[in-house]
T-cell receptor, first 114, second 117 residues
């Protein structure tokens, strides 16, 4: 089956610290992988994506590399800011699916202190 | 509006009552999803509509749950005879066409927080 496992939160960091949020997946075939972010008071929105092995998605200083050998898609940022405080969701869409169902992880709460 | 709109934003209901949640997707979006998020849990898929195709209802937890969508417009999620375990945030999302090879981003609403007392 298809599933996503995310690092348990919450994660608390000081501004300018390095961030890693781990994500591993189980999927039928080779899925597309996504990170979504939910800022306080807002709906989830797409942060970045990667659609095939070794692809790197990047946006707003965040990066994640699609690793087929380790079935992982870890989210990283070199220097976090207070404005990055949010909940981060890893997700996959199975390439084998005939419809567009997305599977989400539990979400990881990130708090960045000044 | 420019985004996905859900109403009501909050709903408190008594156990055993029926509730109806509404989602207005972004105009032109053919795909529409309903997800549920219980406290401390991930997003649980409920149902997915794609244009005129038969909806994927495989995530609906029981026959008390149903959803409708007219064409590519508004969707309603109905929960009959609500139970306390139905308490959660119900999220709606819409996107352009999804399917193999298509990875249109989902646009989420702010959700409806349902509390069953």
């Amino acid at each position: 089956g298809n599933s996503v496992t995310q690092m348990e939160g919450p994660v608390t960091l000081s501004e300018e610290a390095f961030l890693t949020i781990n994500c591993t997946y189980t999927a039928t075939g080779y899925p597309s992988l996504f990170w979504y972010v939910q800022y306080p008071g807002e709906g989830l929105q797409l942060l970045l994506k990667a659609t095939k092995a070794d692809d790197k998605g990047s946006n707003k200083g965040f990066e994640a590399t699609y690793r087929k050998e380790t079935t992982s898609f870890h989210l990283e940022k070199g220097s976090v800011q207070v404005s990055d405080s949010a909940v981060y969701f890893c997700a996959l869409k199975s390439r084998g699916s005939t419809l567009g169902r997305l599977y989400f992880g539990r979400g990881t709460q990130l708090t960045v202190w000044p | 509006g420019a985004g996905v709109s859900q109403s009501p934003s909050n709903k408190v209901t008594e156990k055993g009552k029926d509730v109806e949640l509404r989602c207005d997707p972004i105009s032109g979006h053919t795909a529409l999803y309903w997800y549920r998020q219980r406290l401390g849990q991930g997003l649980e898929f409920l149902i997915y509509f794609q244009g005129n195709s038969a909806p994927d209802k495989s995530g609906l937890p029981s026959d008390r749950f149903s959803a409708e969508r007219t064409g590519e417009s508004v969707s309603t999620l109905t929960i009959q005879r609500t139970q306390q375990e139905d308490s959660a945030v119900y999220l709606c999302a819409s996107s352009l066409f999804q399917g193999p090879g298509f990875n249109s981003p989902l646009h989420f609403g702010n959700g409806t927080r349902l509390t069953v007392t």
